[in-house]
């Protein structure tokens, strides 16, 4: 089976190839990725569940990556199984960027996905049905991903009664608004350094904790006592 999608995003290659080469956030857009392994750079194993039809499979799939050229072209090939539902199946799979002239980016994707076994009893009309609803779910994940955040102000922190109730409503308020990202380790001077040198900007925070990833947006006016609830929050995890 052949498949040929394409997907527009107003992201620059650059930041499109860099998501491409991350497996545990490209595995979190895969509809049915239950985990990943990764064996090397170019090398990992996901485990993901897949049904078609009346038949839930879970297939242990052993990617690599075999050939790039940055940012552009990028190529893997893999081999998956699931032994309770006797099927296996074969990809090789191409990724296309190009740039586009207003900056944005378009990704086009080519498949060849050969599914053997029980599963491959399917008809044709079947499995591509399943895979464009995989790939509608993929290319919303994914254009999230790369979307920019948009959210109102965090309430001001003398509203809050204190250090720990403080957190517990930013947070809950930024994962309302939907900005929830997977994001880079934080360090409170850095933040510090950075509120003085944008103090005309929304001061932007985000942390990971445990399962849950929350990011907030602080007005620069208040900049100071941002700082110091960060500090507060982070000293609280330590």
């Keep these: 089976m052949e498949i040929e999608k394409t997907l527009v995003t107003a992201a620059p290659p650059a930041r499109v190839w860099a998501l491409l080469l991350d497996p545990n956030v490209m595995g979190a857009c895969v509809p049915g990725m239950a985990s990943i392994e990764v064996l090397s750079d170019v090398e990992y194993i996901a485990h993901m569940a ?10 242990r799939l052993h990617t690599k990556i075999v050939e790039t050229r940055a940012p552009h072209y990028l190529r893997t090939e893999g081999t998956g199984e699931d032994a309770s539902v006797a099927s296996s199946l074969r990809q090789s799979s191409e990724l296309f960027l190009t740039a586009l002239d207003d900056g944005g980016t378009q990704l086009r994707i080519k498949v060849q996905v050969d599914v053997l076994g029980r599963l491959g009893t399917f008809g044709l009309s079947v499995m591509k049905t399943k895979a464009d609803r995989m790939w509608d779910e993929f290319g919303a994940n994914l254009l999230a991903r790369l979307s920019p955040q948009v959210a109102q102000p965090a309430p001001e ?3 809050m009664p204190g250090p720990a109730p403080q ?20 360090r409170a001077g850095l933040w510090s350094r950075l509120f003085a040198r944008r103090p005309h900007s929304d001061i932007c925070v985000e942390l990971r904790r445990r399962d849950e990833t929350v990011v907030v947006r602080w007005p620069a006016a208040h900049g100071e006592q941002c700082a110091a609830w960060l500090r507060d929050y982070l000293r609280q995890g330590a």
């Excluded at 897949?50 to 297939?59: D, G, L, W």
């Excluded at 957190?167 to 934080?186: F, R, S, T, Y």
């Design 167 to 186: 957190a517990a409503a930013v947070a809950a308020a930024a994962v309302a608004n939907g900005d929830a990202v997977l994001p880079p380790p934080v």
């Design 157 to 159: 922190p003398v509203a």
């Design 50 to 59: 897949v049904k078609i039809a009346f038949i839930n499979a879970r297939f």
